[in-house]
Every structure is written in structure tokens, then in C-alpha cells.
């Protein structure tokens, strides 16, 4: 008997959603905004200069209100 489960596609996050304070971003988008790496912000994590919301044990997202001050701050 064969499964016909199809792997869910991802879709893409779209970058005006870093403009709503609370919503919240994915990796990707972060990395859009960011123009790092995902290496990179996990170090920034480490740091902590970024602060991610584990919404579950293979979900992560971030804050865009926090990711925004974050890149204003970088420019400082």
C-alpha cells in the first residue's frame, strides 16, 4: 500500500509583514531584512541580540517590532 502524502510546500513569508509590529517572522524573512545568514543570527541569538519565540519544538519565529529596533540599532 503506498502513501499519498505530499510534502507540504512552503510558502513564502512576505516582506511588508515586517511592518506590523506583532507579527511574527520567520527565519527566512529575517534573513531578507537582515541580509545575514542563518548562521549569523543564530550567533546574534547567542548574544543575545535577538530574542526568537519557540512556538513549538521545529517552530521558530521572531517579533518583527524586535527585529526592526534591532536593525535601526545596527545602523547606530
Known amino acids: 500500500m503506498s502513501s499519498n502524502i ?4 512552503r510558502t513564502e513569508q512576505p516582506l511588508h509583514a515586517a ?3 506583532d507579527a511574527l517572522l520567520n527565519l527566512r ?3 531578507a531584512l537582515s541580509g545575514l545568514g542563518k548562521t549569523s543570527i543564530y ?7 535577538l ?3 519557540k ?3 521545529r517552530a521558530t519565529r521572531f517579533r518583527a517590532g524586535e527585529v526592526q529596533a ?3 540599532a545596527q545602523g547606530k
Open 55 to 57: 512556538l513549538g519544538a
Open 70 to 72: 534591532w536593525l535601526q
Open 43 to 49: 550567533e546574534r541569538i547567542k548574544a543575545g541580540e
Open 6 to 9: 505530499q510534502p507540504r510546500a
Open 51 to 53: 530574542k526568537p519565540v
Open 19 to 21: 511592518q506590523i509590529s
Open 29 to 31: 524573512t529575517v534573513q
